[in-house]
């Protein structure tokens, strides 16, 4: 795997493996005319080419992804501006193929953000930050997604367009997700200070506290999957973390191991 150097006024928000280990990323580059979101590939000799631009299909910025087995990649976005203060608006999700052709899959999410998909690659499960619950979707044969349903709902908080009031009104802000072998789900519960383990239906059965950082990802690895890492920082402002670098990385140990994708 060669390392890439990426030069310019770019926010590089996830990356994931394609098929042939090919090395997927999202890049958004902010213009003066609004906001262009590129997908963006490696080719196989370490050169950046556009896999698709999907900008079309986007409110804000490309954020998370998730690669399946097969290629397929989900992408979701802010769905409004978040740094600038606007108010807050539903998103939805992108299938981008393999052949690079991409088509919106699912809508009316509230920042959909952290993605898994199921061992046996037919459910996909979302956080949605701002939405105070995870969701979930049957994958089709088609890479499209069937109807969205709970996997642990936490309240309703509606068409609140208020950011502030969504927060105060949500038990949870799930950013970062990874699945275990038990089919629960560790979230980043970001300003809550915490990493989550969540069972379908909303059971939580494991809390681990990192006050006073916030938690932004999560993933479980290492040689038998019991490793969870935690991506933690201060907070999510960009230009706070821009002037002052206080992100880390921990980890502690789990009882159950990794399972599906990533």
């Known amino acids: 795997m060669q390392t890439l150097h990426i030069v310019g006024s770019t926010s590089l928000t996830k990356i994931g493996y394609f098929l042939e280990k090919v090395l997927l990323k999202i890049e958004s580059t ?13 080719s196989k000799n370490g050169d950046l080419e556009v896999h698709a631009d999907i900008w ?14 097969n290629g397929n990649a989900y992408v979701g976005n802010f769905g409004f501006d978040l740094m600038g203060g606007a108010a807050h608006s539903n998103a939805g ?3 981008v193929k393999p052949d690079g052709s991409s088509q919106v899959v699912a ?3 509230s920042f959909p953000n952290g993605m898994v998909i199921s061992p046996d690659e037919r459910t996909l499960i979302v956080n949605e930050l701002f939405g105070n619950r995870i969701s979930q979707f049957t994958i089709n044969e088609d890479g499209t997604l069937g109807e969205r349903r709970d996997f642990a709902s936490f309240g309703e908080l509606g068409d609140e367009p208020d950011l502030t009031k969504r927060i105060e009104n949500a038990t949870i802000l799930p950013d970062g997700l990874a699945l275990d072998a038990e089919g629960a789900v560790w979230i980043a519960d970001t300003l809550n200070h915490r990493a989550v383990r969540i069972a379908e239906g909303g059971e939580i059965l494991d809390t681990i ?8 990802a999560v993933a479980l690895g290492g040689q038998d999957g019991k490793t969870l890492f935690m991506c933690v920082a201060p907070d999510w402002d960009e230009a706070s973390r821009k002037a002052e670098t206080k ?3 921990l980890s502690t140990q789990v009882k159950v191991s990794h399972a599906g994708t990533p």
């Open 30 to 42: 902010t213009f003066f005319h609004g906001i262009a979101i590129l997908f963006i590939m490696t």
């Open 93 to 95: 999700l992108v299938l």
């Open 209 to 216: 506290d990192i006050t006073p950082d916030g938690v932004f």
């Open 107 to 109: 809508e009316g999410l």
């Open 56 to 69: 079309k299909h986007c409110g804000g910025h490309a954020n998370d992804m998730v690669v399946a087995p």
């Open 247 to 249: 992100g880390r990385m």
